[in-house]
């Protein structure tokens, strides 16, 4: 079953805005197993929006509208929703009774222009908004299926799960079963490599994704009921898990913090950290985790070189033998952290992150990371090419693989 | 001029996935002057694609495509474009060439499926790609400029940087000129207040949108030509900065932390810092800013409780008696991040961010932050409630805000 999802707002179209409202959508729609073929961001133009309802109906069996529903001049999606339909818009008394009623229960008198929101195409239904005065349109014709929600997240999210997805329920067809597989410490192209020939498998589509040092697997399995589905999905899935062994970290909502904090937490080990380059990233990617007290004591943020020696207790000569960034410098920075804050792991991390501050012997992207466990340890030198936020970005995934292979080896 | 951003690809509807080709190219045009009307992520399927590019010629005057272009079968604009267009392919002997020049100049034989790339819809014409084999095309037809680019970034951006934008300067009309004014410490209503009669100023577009801890004024101005943009941007952008005061904290690229950073570096100024609940998070924002060495020496980050007495020197009588989250210990936390680290000031901040750890009297989103200046300094308390995600970002956003206050203010 086909989705199409159209955003209606002409701040969607501002640079930087994301249209999280229809990210949300999507989701929700694979849940009930219907695939979105396309997603827009309109502006607050009535034709142009109808013009997009009449595609939608063309290419899709489910169509959500969010956005434009509420009572200011910008609000034009009921005006579209009749002009894609060709039926009038008529105002409903009893849905007029009920928005006074709202404004008088707050002691306010509704403002005339509050009642174009009881206004709806001819044979189209309401969907009840719980949280807001503005109503949800529902219109079923020739098989497709069209629901028109607020823009107001909170709104748009309970009047779905409540009203549509029962809804949508009932009509499905087909099933869907899903999974994200999240692999570290390997290039995407190396990643790709390893399963490539998978992606051919009988009614499972994969997608793979670079994410910031990790790189995403998307499987999506259809089929004609949900054990079907599974069944795809569990072939694909568990010759991947196979194939990719420990460079494999978690599945869904996993991350690579987040699979440390458990092994940390499973063998009651803690964790400190001393940070350069990433100023904090990599802390604030731990503490990330709900409940991470139980297992992240701190750290230091030493930026300044001097503070490497008076927080981490690095050795002046050391700093001066071979630089704040460097893999002896790393080791210190991360048995410092461990000292200090009296965990049993410390990470440690130098780099340069750039745009300055790059030599012939250390460009920006150069990056040590050292793991202290009080005994070997162990240390990893990236030299990666990037921006600055790319190349700290990458420094912290990397130091959360190199501590959770560590911790998984035994 | 208007304008739709078409992007090919169904990796493009899978959760989580962000179009930032879209992104990039609604910007770009905005920069000519262009608005983009509507924009839609598609998947790989020829004649949906094609239904959006007619629906687009019908809604604009230029549109972009991106995606879809390559050798493999999941690649099908150019299908959709000749379907659109209603255009026959024709394969080009010249292109067929030089794919085969560039596989040749690097040791290897093109593919056979290499030489759809040499295809294009009758009457139009290539768009050279610099970094790749699959070279773009351009069709202008009935007033509409039609544009497909790759989908890989690199590519995509240095064509329509140089071979694109060039064409539409040469047939743009109109004028834009953009400004963003970033505010801090108010809520987007009470900004919205503000200047909100402003939103209805001649030719500009005013947009308002919240983001964690700032609000942002998106302001767009239209004219017959640069000087009549610029002019009736500048009417609107002086009276909003009047009445906004020291709650405008910057415009366009700024940040809080950029901002900060430039007071700090501008009064020979330098600051350290000591997290409990952000974890770092606000020494990775300072160390976000490019050349943060010169004003951010480093700091703390005390997870654990006994690691604010043994990192930051916060008393334990201190926290005995006020317990963690208060504001007492954020003092002591301000105070000791500057004795500790050698700076001029000190900022310290913990708090509940959640999800577990509330109490009736310190719910989650209980947050303390503190300035030490060596003098009196200055602290704040936020209790906004949200997700843990939300708290630790508005408490950074806060920490800095308290700081920059502090530095405008002589």
Not at 206 to 232: C, F, H, N
Request: proline share 5%; glycine share 12%; with cysteine.
């Amino acid at each position: 079953m086909n989705a199409v999802v159209i955003a209606v707002g002409s701040e969607l179209l501002t640079p930087g805005r994301r249209d999280t409202n229809a990210d949300w959508l999507v989701e929700r729609l694979l849940d009930l197993a219907i695939e979105t073929v396309w997603r827009v961001a309109v502006d607050d133009d009535a034709p142009r929006i109808a013009g997009l309802v009449r595609d939608a109906r063309r290419d899709a069996e489910v169509v959500l509208l969010t956005g434009g529903l509420g009572p200011t001049d910008d609000d034009r999606t009921r005006e579209a929703l009749a002009l894609a339909l060709d039926a009038p818009l008529e105002r409903d008394a009893a849905m007029e009774r009920h928005i006074a009623s709202l404004f008088s229960a707050r002691g306010r008198t509704a403002a005339p222009r509050q009642f174009v929101q009881a206004e709806r195409p001819r044979g189209g239904a309401w969907i009840s908004n719980p949280l807001g005065s503005a109503p949800g349109i529902l219109v079923e014709r020739d098989g497709v299926l069209l629901a028109s929600l607020p823009g107001v997240p909170a709104e748009m999210k309970v009047m779905f799960s409540e009203t549509v997805a029962p809804h949508l329920r009932r009509s499905g067809r087909g099933a869907l079963a899903r999974r994200t597989l999240r692999v570290a410490g390997r290039p995407e192209s190396v990643v790709d490599d390893a399963v490539r020939d998978l992606y051919a498998a009988e009614g499972v589509t994969t997608t793979i994704l670079a994410s910031t040092g990790t790189v995403e697997l998307l499987l999506l399995a259809r089929g004609d009921g949900p054990a079907q589905a599974r069944g795809r999905l569990h072939a694909v899935e568990s010759e991947m898990r196979a194939r990719l062994g420990e460079d494999l970290f978690g599945s869904d909502g996993d991350t690579l913090a987040s699979v440390v904090g458990q092994l940390l937490s499973n063998g009651h080990r803690t964790l400190a950290t001393a940070e350069s380059c990433t100023g904090g990233l990599l802390g604030a990617a731990l503490t990330d985790v709900p409940g991470a007290s139980a297992w992240y004591r701190g750290g230091m943020v030493c930026y300044a070189n001097d503070l490497k020696t008076s927080l981490a207790a690095v050795p002046g000569e050391l700093l001066a033998a071979h630089g704040a960034v460097s893999e002896p410098v790393a080791r210190a920075l991360a048995r410092g952290a461990r000292h200090a804050c009296g965990a049993d792991f410390g990470l440690g991390v130098t780099g340069v992150a750039g745009p300055d501050g790059g030599t012939p012997d250390k460009p920006v992207g150069t990056v040590h990371i050292a793991l202290d466990d009080g005994a070997e340890g162990r240390a990893r030198k990236l030299d990666w090419p990037g921006d600055r936020d790319l190349i700290r970005r990458r420094a912290v995934a990397s130091a959360l693989d190199l501590l959770r292979r560590r911790l998984v080896e035994r």
